[in-house]
C-alpha cells in the first residue's frame, strides 16, 4: 500500500539512496528545518507515515481520528514522543537502537583514555604553545581498572566488550535483573563506589530524570572518571555543578551539555564535551537510515508499535 | 527541465549550505547572487587534471509530479552533495560545482558562463549536467546503456545535441556554452536504482 511518508524535520544525513527506496513506498515530502508546533501538526496533516528526528510529538501535533499511522524516528531513544498521547490516537512509533552501538561505545572507549590521560588539558597546552611540560598531565593507564556501567543494554554491553580486551574489570547495574553477559551486576551505589571509571548510556525518561543525583554521586570516588552519551537531564543540574566546582571527581565527559552548564564543566580541568557527536560516524548514519527503512517495513506487514 | 518558479525557502538553502560547510578544509565554496538565483560555487581539491565543472539545480519543482518526491533541496542537490562529499577525500578531475537555486533565463546565462569560463581555463574542459528524474521526463543520456555509448567516444564527449526532455530554451543555452556537455541522470534504473556515486566519478570525473 503506498503511503504518504513525510520526513518532518531537518535530516542530519540524507543519501539518494534513502529516499529513492522511500519513494518505493509512497509519495514522499521532505523538510530541511525544525517546524514549530503549528508547523508540525499541518505537516503531519496528510501524513500516514512521519520520519522525525528534532520534533516532539505531543498529542496536538496527533489528533485523534487522523490520518497518521506511524512515527518512526531515527533516534535511539523515545523521549520525544508522548507515547500515551501517541497510543490513545492510535499512532504506533518506532525508534532506532541498534545504529549506533558501536560507534557509541567506541566513543565511550575514546573518553575513558582521554580523560585518564588528561587529553583535554594537555590538548589545550600543547596547542598553546607548551612543550615537554608534564606535572600537570600525569595519566594513569586503564588495565586493571574497574569500569562501572549504569545500564547494561545494547550499549553497556558493547562498551563491556571492549572494556574486557583492554583488561579492565566490568561491574554494571540494570532495573530488570536480567544477567548481562560479562558484566558483574550490583546495586548502583556500589557500581559507583567501586567504579574507577563510571559510564553512564541509560534512556531518559520519568524513571531516570536525575537519577545521577547528589547523594549517588557523592559515593563516587574522588578520581573517578564519569562518561555520559545520554541525555544531560538524567543528572541532578545543581549537584553535578557542584560536584564539579569542588573537584569531587577526577573527570567528566558529556555528549550532550545545557549551556548554563559549561562554567561548571570548565572549572574542572579535565572535563569534556561533545556536541551530541557520540554516534556520528559514517556507518551509523548509513545504517540509522537503514533501519528507519526497517522500522517502516515492519509497520507495513502489519507490524504494532516497534519501539525498543 | 526549465521552469521559472522556484520554490527554495531559506531553510532548505541554509541546509544546502551547512552541508557543504561541513566538508570545509577539504573543499571550499562560496555562495554568489547571478541574476535572480542564489548560487553555490563549490571548489574540491582537484588534481593536476581537474577540468570538469559539475552543475545541478538545486531546486527543481518540476520534477515533483514525475519522482513523486516533494523537496525543497532537489534529488540532484543532493547526488551531487554526495559526490562532493566522495571527491573531498581524493583528488579528481572535478574543478567546480555549481548549485543553482532558480532556472531561469538570467541565471543560467550566468551560470553557464562561470562554467564556461572555468572550463576554457582547463584542457579538454567539459560540463556534466546532473539532472536526477531526467529519463522519465525522456531524457536521453539517462539509461545505462545510453551512458555507455556516450562513454564510447571519450575523450571527445559530443557537444549537447538533442535531449528529448530538456525545454528548448534550455538546449538552446547549453549549445551556446561552446564546451562539451553532458547530461546525466544518475536516477535511470526502472527499479529506482541509483548510479552509485564512486561509478559516477570513475565514469564522468
Known amino acids: ?308 | 527541465m526549465s521552469h521559472p518558479r522556484s520554490f527554495a525557502c531559506d531553510s532548505a538553502s541554509r541546509w544546502l549550505v551547512d552541508a557543504f560547510s561541513a566538508l570545509q578544509p577539504k573543499l571550499t565554496w562560496q555562495e554568489r547572487e547571478i541574476a535572480d538565483a542564489r548560487v553555490l560555487l563549490i571548489e574540491p581539491r582537484g588534481d593536476n587534471g581537474a577540468r570538469t565543472v559539475v552543475m545541478a539545480c538545486s531546486t527543481e519543482p518540476w520534477m515533483e509530479p514525475i519522482t513523486g518526491i516533494t523537496t525543497a533541496v532537489s534529488i540532484s542537490a543532493l547526488y551531487v552533495l554526495e559526490v562532493a562529499t566522495s571527491v573531498a577525500d581524493r583528488a579528481s578531475s572535478i574543478d567546480a560545482i555549481i548549485l543553482m537555486d532558480r532556472d531561469s533565463e538570467g541565471s543560467r546565462a550566468g551560470v553557464l558562463d562561470i562554467a564556461r569560463r572555468r572550463a576554457k581555463l582547463c584542457n579538454g574542459g567539459r560540463m556534466i549536467v546532473v539532472a536526477a528524474g531526467l529519463t522519465r521526463h525522456g531524457g536521453i543520456f539517462g539509461n545505462l546503456e545510453n551512458l555507455k555509448a556516450v562513454e564510447g567516444f571519450f575523450p571527445e564527449i559530443p557537444r549537447f545535441t538533442d535531449h528529448p526532455g530538456l525545454d528548448p530554451d534550455v538546449k538552446a543555452a547549453l549549445q551556446c556554452t561552446a564546451i562539451p556537455i553532458l547530461v546525466v541522470d544518475p536516477w535511470t534504473a526502472e527499479d529506482g536504482r541509483w548510479l552509485p556515486v564512486p561509478e559516477f566519478i570513475d565514469r564522468f570525473c
Not at chain 1, 555528549?255 to 556520528?280: F, I, K, Q, S
Request: a neutral charge.
Open chain 1, 1 to 308: 500500500m503506498p503511503y504518504n511518508i513525510v520526513y518532518a524535520d531537518e535530516p542530519t544525513y540524507l543519501d539518494t539512496a534513502f529516499i529513492s527506496e522511500l519513494s518505493r513506498r509512497g509519495s514522499v515530502k521532505l523538510y530541511f528545518d525544525r517546524p514549530s508546533p503549528a508547523e508540525l501538526r499541518e505537516r503531519l496533516s496528510d501524513a500516514d507515515i512521519a520520519i522525525s528526528e528534532w520534533s516532539h510529538f505531543t498529542a496536538d501535533s496527533m489528533p485523534r481520528g487522523g490520518r497518521l499511522k506511524h512515527i518512526a524516528l531515527l533516534l535511539s531513544g523515545l523521549d520525544t514522543v508522548d507515547l500515551a498521547a501517541a497510543a490513545a490516537a492510535g499512532v504506533s512509533v518506532s525508534n532506532c537502537p541498534r545504529y549506533c552501538v558501536d560507534a557509541v561505545a567506541d566513543h565511550v572507549v575514546a573518553c575513558a583514555y582521554a580523560l585518564a590521560r588528561r587529553m583535554p588539558a594537555a590538548t589545550r597546552a600543547g596547542m598553546a604553545g607548551l612543550s615537554h611540560v608534564y606535572t600537570p598531565f600525569l595519566g594513569r593507564e586503564l588495565r586493571g581498572s574497574t569500569i562501572g556501567l549504569i545500564g547494561v543494554g545494547r550499549i553497556g554491553q558493547a562498551v563491556a566488550e571492549r572494556a574486557s580486551r583492554i583488561g579492565l574489570r566490568i561491574i554494571g547495574c540494570n532495573r530488570s535483573g536480567r544477567p548481562a553477559p560479562g558484566i558483574e551486576l550490583m546495586p548502583i551505589e556500589q557500581v559507583v563506589s567501586e567504579s574507577d571509571i563510571v559510564s553512564v548510556q541509560l534512556p531518559y525518561n520519568d524513571e531516570t530524570h536525575g537519577i545521577l543525583n547528589a547523594r549517588l554521586i557523592s559515593r563516587a570516588r574522588s578520581d573517578s572518571l564519569w562518561i555520559n552519551i545520554g541525555r544531560f537531564k538524567l543528572f541532578c543540574e545543581a549537584s553535578l555543578a557542584e560536584v564539579l566546582r569542588e573537584q569531587r571527581i577526577g573527570g567528566i565527559a558529556l555528549d550532550e551539555c545545557p549551556y548554563r552548564m559549561l562554567g561548571p564543566v570548565h572549572a574542572h580541568g579535565n572535563a569534556m564535551v561533545t556536541p551530541g557527536t557520540a554516534w556520528y560516524t559514517a556507518r551509523s548514519r548509513e545504517q540509522n537510515l537503514r533501519e528507519v527503512l526497517e522500522n517502516i517495513d515492519r509497520i507495513a506487514a502489519g507490524g504494532e508499535h516497534v519501539a525498543s
